[in-house]
């Protein structure tokens, strides 16, 4: 019997600071057995537990791309006890991976159709591994105009920022980058928060799907502006965080309702969270 | 399958003589209460009880178990790499269980043994257990096992039913797992009719004298948001310390937590029983806290028996009516008294 609680043994290979704060890094990991990282089969919109051995697990979205081979991304936060203890570790070091986990983001559903990214601070390591994906030159022609924006309170705070600059010079994807402020003369891009650029850039919401993942703030305000524009709850599209712990329904914290997040999430259309208790 | 008969003696003894081929655990008398333990020379077991103080789900669900271990020593080859703890899983039989508890045991495998994942360690575990049940002669005030689908000689997820039918006990093979059981104790004769007519005529009785009822009819057909938003949970929470108590005796409660424990340069991943009474329980790194007050983690746990549950699986209420939550609960809060509020709203 396999046992699903067993992660996958795997080495750190590159790790990139990303904000000026150092509060976020970006692990590059390879698989130790190459047979592993065949059953690590996965969807950008899923997540995974790292495990760092003595320590614990932590759900991580996955922020590299299926198309990207040979590795996983994960783009983690300093913010516990197993986060300070990975953000200590060297290149070198063996840790573990466990999933791929939950669900994705609905592709059948997006392809044909424009799709629309909104995304807010760190939760933007999913939207990452959407936007690598979509761009493949295999998966580009499926879907139709594809929308960014993407919002940091500062550009120092802005992740993945040499990916960024490439897409901005791209003419197949329209990347709307803004921050909540900055002192930098230099600054090209937008000035203000995620809803209410959204509410600027975005014209309708014809054959469109928006995805959106960013703080509950975030969430919050731009859930209206969407409404607005004419999205109907069934496509906009959220990914909700959790406290977790087994990351496979069983061992019963992350629930909304009857719902596991972590099983049955973490992507939700907003249609379904409002069928759910308010409790998330 | 055949029914069989066993003296009172003859049934201990042949349980102690079984021992070579089955861990058995039987229930013993301490003090006020009850507890399963493992059978051994000098055990006195004691089938006069109403319920043990703690449904024996540990015998399949230890409060805190061992997962993985590894080595934290950089000389080591295979230092960081997590390891299955090894494990024994020769036979064991629980000899005494209550059909409620047998019953919690089936409503509980759904959530460990699923089509997307098995628990290995919940799904081996069972595996290896027998469950010969006593069937409950004296419900007691609190029993309301006929209310959510079992009763006091309920079968379910059982392997033999015990009747005590006060000079003998009459063993009624269920599965083949329990047939094999019975006839590895190789005592016992056959029960002729006068036995069996009396065993029914008993357990008839018994259900005749069940006091306490509850209604659990309407529970699926309600609106999960607005039950949810019901105005007697601020009630329902009024009293409740969040002690965790009904959580720790729940034959039906299973959220775990996982956890590293490191001892010099040697590791264990453990999993202990957690419960949603504590905040800690769906604290976020960020701070963040869905259920952060008292209110919201009452609700969540009479939610998650009475309605999540029963829309999850379409497999009744995740109740059995054991009343042990009702017994201690030091502020009696009693799940009745919520369920009625529940399918009444």
Not at chain 2, 10 to 23: F, I, N, Q, T
Not at chain 2, 99 to 108: E, K, T, Y
Not at chain 2, 196 to 225: C, I, N, W
């Amino acid at each position: 019997m396999e046992n699903p609680y067993l992660p996958y043994p795997v080495r750190i290979e590159g790790i990139v600071t990303e904000t000026e704060d150092g509060n976020l890094k970006t692990f590059k990991l390879v698989f130790l057995n190459p047979e592993h990282e065949k059953k690590f089969s996965y969807i950008p919109g899923q997540f995974a537990e790292l495990s760092v051995a003595g320590k614990g697990e932590i759900p991580i979205g996955i922020a590299s791309s299926p198309t990207e081979k040979g590795f996983l991304k994960f783009t983690v936060n300093r913010v516990g006890l197993v986060t300070k203890h990975l953000h200590n570790m060297k290149e070198g070091d063996l840790m573990g991976v466990r999933g791929p986990l939950g669900n994705w983001y609905p592709w059948e559903e997006m392809e044909g159709r424009n799709v629309v990214i909104v995304g807010g601070g760190f939760a933007f390591t999913t939207l990452r591994s959407s936007i690598i994906y979509m761009l493949h030159p295999e998966n580009r022609p499926k879907f139709k105009d594809i929308t960014v924006v993407y919002g940091a309170r500062s550009p120092e705070m802005l992740l993945y920022r040499d990916e960024l600059a490439d897409w901005e010079q791209r003419d197949d994807i329209h990347m709307h980058i803004t921050v909540d402020a900055t002192d930098d003369p230099d600054w090209k891009y937008n000035i203000g928060f995620v809803p209410a650029v959204t509410e600027q850039k975005l014209t309708n919401a014809d054959d469109a799907i928006a995805i959106v993942c960013g703080p509950p703030i975030m969430i919050r305000f731009t859930q209206p502006v969407l409404e607005k524009l004419g999205f109907p709850s069934e496509r906009i599209i959220l990914s909700l965080e959790m406290r977790m712990k087994c990351g496979i329904g069983i061992c019963g914290r992350c629930n909304i309702g009857d719902q596991y997040v972590c099983k049955d999430g973490p992507v939700f259309s907003l249609a379904r969270l409002k069928e759910l208790p308010n409790e998330y | 399958m055949v029914t069989k008969i066993f003296t009172k003696g003859e049934w201990v003894s042949a349980l102690k003589g079984a021992r070579g081929d089955y861990r058995i655990f039987i229930p013993v008398k301490h003090k006020d209460f009850h507890a399963f333990e493992l059978l051994s020379d000098e055990t006195q077991p004691d089938f006069e009880y109403q319920n043990t103080r703690l449904s024996p789900k540990s015998l399949i669900y230890p409060q805190s178990e061992r997962m993985f271990e590894y080595s934290l020593d950089e000389k080591d080859e295979e230092a960081h790499i997590l390891k299955e703890t090894p494990k024994d899983y020769t036979p064991q039989a629980v000899v005494g269980i209550r059909p409620c508890d047998a019953h919690a045991l089936q409503l509980v495998n759904v959530n460990f043994d699923n089509p997307q994942y098995r628990d290995p360690l919940w799904v081996k575990r069972l595996e290896s257990t027998t469950l010969i049940g006593l069937g409950c002669n004296e419900p007691c005030s609190t029993c309301f096992c006929t209310s959510v689908g079992g009763g006091p000689f309920s079968e379910k997820g059982l392997d033999v039913l015990l009747h005590d039918l006060e000079d003998v006990f009459l063993a009624k093979p269920i599965t083949q797992k329990g047939e094999a059981f019975l006839e590895q104790l190789g005592q016992g004769k056959g029960a002729d009719d006068t036995l069996l007519e009396k065993a029914e005529t008993m357990a008839r009785s018994s259900l005749e004298r069940f006091t306490s009822t509850v209604d659990t009819g309407k529970l699926k057909d309600k609106e999960v948001t607005e039950l949810f938003e019901a105005p007697f949970w601020e009630e329902v929470a009024f009293a409740c310390i969040n002690c965790g108590t009904c959580t720790y005796l729940c034959p039906t409660c299973w959220c775990f937590d996982i956890q590293d424990e490191v001892l010099g340069k040697e590791g264990d991943r453990i999993r202990n029983w957690d419960a949603c009474m504590f905040p800690l329980f769906t604290l976020h790194g960020s701070g963040h806290n869905p259920r952060d007050e008292k209110v919201q983690r009452v609700r969540q746990r009479f939610m998650h028996k009475l309605k999540y549950y029963v829309d999850r699986y379409n497999n009744g209420v995740a109740c059995v009516g054991c009343g042990r939550c009702v017994q201690f609960c030091p502020v009696n809060i009693d799940i009745r008294h919520v369920c009625e509020l529940m399918n009444a709203f």
